[in-house]
């Protein structure tokens, strides 16, 4: 897809990060847009901004995307807010980020990780791509993460439950691009893993997860953020190039692409701590993968 004007685009997690980078991308290029995120403040404050970007049609919608019944309403109020029966872009970009082990960690967390970054894929993908074939051409966009291709922030710290999520949402997305050639071919397909980009997912995270703030979450995030070497908004700007560029598997960030690079020409290490020096050497992920 070149042109984004006069489409319709529907973005999960619109509220901050990268669902908020692309919305106000795609507000530039006269493009309307259906906005959930699960806390209806932050999806307000999106489409405040985008209408200071254009006159575009935005709608907004509180959702839980782990919960399907709830996905399943906001597609009907999607379609009855903008008065269609198609739309022509989904982005699954909602995901929340969790450490919690398999063996020892909290069970709640780690399901509520694993149903928000896949299950929330999996539902919106049932509810709205009817939507996006619907419509004469389409575009799906999965986002998963650098996680969904090495499963691990470093050798001393547990990330089980987000890593199977993003190896998954990489794995139907992938499996989507054949299954659209066959079914709907004027439906594109693609898969994004940013690396690190300067979100507030660790707020986010402990806010769905009914956690009260630690008392240094703040300065925590505020360190995150300030060492990520990409921006929400440098990344929307990636996403939708990548788009129109045609490529089905979107890198975020040189840490990304450093990243590939270097599971590529060493698979069988990428769980050893050398992997991890090597990674600290080339200063990728300073900040989110602790030293060895």
């Not at 694993?114 to 539902?123: E, K, L």
């Not at 994004?192 to 630690?214: D, E, F, K």
């Not at 995030?221 to 990548?242: C, K, M, N, W, Y």
Request: hydrophobic letters at 45%; proline letters at 4%; glycine letters at 10%.
């Amino acid at each position: 897809m070149h042109n984004f004007t006069g489409r319709i685009a529907v973005i999960t997690g619109a509220g901050s990060g990268i669902g908020r980078g692309l919305a106000l991308a795609l507000a530039a290029e006269d493009c309307d847009l259906a906005l959930i995120d699960i806390n209806p403040a932050a999806i307000d404050e999106t489409a405040r901004q985008c209408a200071e970007v254009s006159d575009i049609a935005v709608s907004t919608h509180e959702c839980d995307v782990a919960d399907a019944a709830a996905v399943e309403r906001t597609a009907d109020a999607v379609r009855g807010a903008h008065g269609v029966e198609h739309v022509n872009v989904l982005v699954n970009n909602a995901g929340i980020g969790s450490v919690e082990g398999f063996v020892h960690g909290d069970r709640a967390a780690w399901e509520l990780t694993f149903d928000v970054c896949w299950g929330g894929v999996y539902h919106c993908c049932r509810s709205f791509v009817p939507l996006i074939v619907a419509a004469d051409e389409g575009l799906i966009v999965n986002v998963s993460s650098v996680n969904g291709m090495w499963a691990s922030l470093g050798p001393n710290r547990t990330h089980t439950s987000y890593s199977a999520a993003k190896f998954a949402v990489r794995g139907f997305t992938e499996a989507l691009l054949t299954e659209m050639r066959l079914v709907a071919p004027h439906v594109k397909v693609a898969v994004v893993m940013p690396g690190h980009i300067g979100t507030n997912i660790l707020s986010n995270s402990q806010a769905q997860m009914g956690r009260r703030p630690t008392a240094n979450l703040a300065e925590t995030e505020a360190a995150f953020q300030a060492s990520a070497p990409t921006t929400p908004a440098e990344a929307a700007r990636v996403i939708l190039d990548g788009v129109r560029a045609g490529r089905w598997r979107i890198l975020v960030g040189a840490d990304a692409e450093l990243l590939d690079g270097s599971l590529r020409a060493d698979p069988e290490g990428a769980y050893e701590p050398s992997f991890v020096e090597q990674l600290h050497e080339q200063g990728a992920f300073v900040g989110l993968i602790d030293p060895v």
